[in-house]
């Protein structure tokens, strides 16, 4: 059975953040599932339309094996509604996989649920997560327990290779 990835993300997303993980995960059997504030499609910031699957309010994190939090703009705008953070929290609380890059572990902080954690992050978030208190590392990916967390673009080859070995 394949597994189900949930995948929050909005306009303003890092196109590449996005569309290159998502095909790896895609490859490797995985059914991707995309989740917005509405269906409607939205476009990354370098004009990638992305379909979205289901709003948010059609799906609880109980129906999903992953989540993968891709960086941009987005999840500073998706932190700011209640409903995504408790998504969040759902998979950090119950050791679900969560995989998220760049600014992506922005929505993470809201959770209350990074304290004690290792992550990394893009080099202007990493003061906010460690504020929040995370134990930050500075590579291309770090992987603590079910959380997987990467820098920026040119590391995605090692994020993709990360992310797919934790599901299978």
Do not use: W
């Not at 059975?1 to 303003?12: F, I, P, Q, W, Y």
């Not at 990354?44 to 992953?66: L, Q, R």
């Not at 995504?84 to 572990?105: E, Q, R």
């Amino acid at each position: 059975m394949s597994k189900k990835v949930a995948v929050l993300v909005t306009d303003l997303v890092e196109d590449i953040e996005f569309t290159d993980p998502v095909k790896a995960l895609k490859e490797s059997g995985a059914s991707v599932t995309t989740i917005s504030f509405s269906t409607e499609a939205v476009t990354g910031k370098h004009g990638t339309k992305i379909d979205i699957d289901k709003s948010i309010s059609d799906v609880a994190p109980s129906d999903f094996d992953a989540l993968f939090i891709p960086g941009g703009f987005s999840p500073d705008q998706l932190r700011a509604d209640e409903r995504f953070v408790n998504f969040t929290k759902h998979f950090l609380a119950t050791n679900k996989s969560l995989f998220s890059i760049c600014h992506g572990p922005q929505l993470m902080i809201p959770t209350g649920l990074v304290l004690g954690r290792t992550m990394t992050a893009y080099r202007t978030v990493q003061p906010d997560l460690y504020y929040a208190g995370a134990r930050i590392e500075n590579k291309p990916v770090v992987i603590d327990g079910n959380l997987i967390t990467s820098r920026e673009p040119k590391d995605i080859p090692s994020f993709n290779e990360a992310i797919v070995a934790a599901l299978n």
